[in-house]
């Protein structure tokens, strides 16, 4: 069978990366012999360092001159790919996919576009993960191969390193005990998809009042948000904040080992859904049949608002920007009755 080498060009999060994983399988199904190259941001390189369809991760620094996608170029242009599929939109990396592949799959419209022969329009009202599989039409794949579930492996280094993790926060989790463990990721590269801080510790203690632990996990960025939940929080014993977590797997341990994981649209949510951990996804300003998750055990919060679904980086709506919260107001129609409610119908 004719060995083949696909070229993809992958966005900045971990969540668009993880909506990536269904498109490159249906790839690696449909040409078993292929290798596939993925380009991504260093923060989303760990998403694809252990799956199984990936055969090599080149992460991918924001370019700041002429030179250093003249190496990028170089790394690049000595595995004459047959295919490369670019879901970035900019200019430059329509121009360093030209030099690169006779077959050159992008966005229609885009900055980018001119450099495409393969053009996609771009339906805003797809889901991601079905919007990445239409990057894959043009290779006639069977309906068999287009699974929408995520991929990503959790190893036992990972949950050792998780276990640890809670032990030295002071948590000491053994899991010949029944050790319950709620896992919340509240923060946001977008204040507009943040929730009410005292939404999060109602629900932490509800869930200490029941004998579950809690855990307040985030980004570096995150542990102001993490930390004003932790100070609402009635029970100092049975939360934890543990955030400024920078290693991905750890995280997935943490969530492998979690009973239940509550956050709004961010990476977490979707390692969440690959990894098989049900999941409550608040939502507002992004609207999840676009950006949701996908697994079977996920619950959706969606509050019907004036202005939800606006996909902004900050709240707009005059009415709640003269209170100046760090939060939208579409979020702050979600009570814990709506957090409660999900958790009885997940578990």
């Known amino acids: 069978m004719d060995k083949k080498n696909f070229l993809i060009f992958g966005l900045n999060y971990i969540g668009d990366v993880l909506m ?26 760990p998403v694809l360092h252990r799956n199984p369809n990936v055969y090599k ?15 990028l170029y170089q790394e690049l242009k000595q595995y004459n790919f047959y295919a490369c599929l670019n879901f970035l939109t900019s200019f430059k990396f329509g121009l360093l996919t030209l030099f690169l592949s006779k077959k050159r799959i992008g966005l229609a419209g885009s900055k980018a576009g001119f450099f495409f022969n393969y053009k996609i329009h771009d339906d805003k009202l797809l889901h991601n993960i079905d919007r990445a599989m239409q990057f894959t039409d043009i290779f006639f794949l069977k309906e068999k191969f287009r699974s929408r579930e995520l991929i ?9 390193i998780a276990k640890t993790l809670l032990k030295n926060s002071g948590l000491n989790y053994n899991e010949n005990e029944d050790v319950e463990i709620v896992l919340f990721a509240p923060g946001s590269t977008r204040s507009s998809k943040r929730a009410n801080p005292k939404l999060f510790s109602s ?37 934890f904040d543990i955030s400024g977590i920078s290693d991905l797997y750890a995280l997935g341990g943490l969530i492998k080992l979690s009973k239940l994981v509550v956050a709004v649209d961010n990476g977490t949510m979707h390692l969440a859904s690959a990894v098989g951990t049900p999941v409550i996804g608040l939502f507002g300003s992004t609207d999840p049949s ?27 709506n005059p009415k709640w920007s003269f209170l100046k919260k760090d939060y939208p107001g579409c979020m702050d129609l979600i009570v814990l009755g709506d957090l409660v409610n999900g958790m009885n119908t997940l578990l």
């Open 152 to 160: 990503y492996n959790v190893t036992d280094g990972d949950l050792l």
């Open 20 to 45: 990536l994983t269904p498109a490159i399988r249906a790839l690696k199904t449909k040409f078993p012999e292929s290798r596939i190259f993925a380009v991504v941001s260093a923060e989303a390189a």
């Open 203 to 239: 629900f932490a203690d509800y869930l200490n009042r029941l004998n579950i632990y809690v855990l307040l996990t985030g980004s570096k960025d995150d542990k102001l948000i993490c930390k004003g939940i932790y100070e609402l929080t009635e029970n100092k014993n049975r939360t």
């Open 57 to 71: 991760v080149i992460e991918r620094k924001k370019p700041k001159g002429v030179s250093e996608f003249f190496y």
């Open 290 to 316: 676009i950006c949701g998750p996908v697994s079977k055990k996920s619950y959706i919060i969606d509050k019907n608002s004036e202005c939800r679904h606006c996909f902004l980086n900050k709240c707009s």
